[in-house]
């Protein structure tokens, strides 16, 4: 509910946790950043591990299935209607 009464001018772009212990990734942006995006996931050497076309809705979770990917820190990388947004986050 947070999420929802943020600016609506600002894009938001929010994790449900930053320390995975499941195998799901979940996001949350607001209207800026919501609609037909790209989602990118990198190592921590910046190597490219994942990178598909994903649809996302205005203030819902979105899961990603990170099962394949080995413990270790990562960065989440969202791309949007023109706004790009990163954040970091470790799998157990």
């Known amino acids: 509910k947070a999420?929802?009464?943020?600016?609506?001018?600002a894009?938001?772009?929010q994790l449900a946790e930053n320390r995975l212990t499941?195998?799901?990734?979940?996001?949350?942006?607001?209207s800026i950043l919501?609609?037909?995006g790209e989602l990118r996931l990198y190592s921590s050497t910046g190597q490219q591990v994942y990178r598909q076309?994903?649809?996302?809705?205005?203030?819902?979770?979105f899961s990603l299935d990170v099962s394949r990917l080995s413990a270790g820190y990562y960065t989440v990388q969202y791309a949007c209607n023109g706004?790009?947004?990163?954040e970091n986050f470790i799998k157990y």
């Open 83 to 86: 706004t790009t947004v990163k």
């Open 53 to 61: 076309a994903v649809s996302v809705k205005p203030y819902e979770w």
């Open 34 to 36: 919501a609609g037909e």
């Open 3 to 9: 999420l929802q009464q943020e600016s609506a001018t």
């Open 11 to 13: 894009p938001v772009f």
């Open 22 to 30: 499941t195998d799901y990734l979940r996001l949350k942006v607001n």
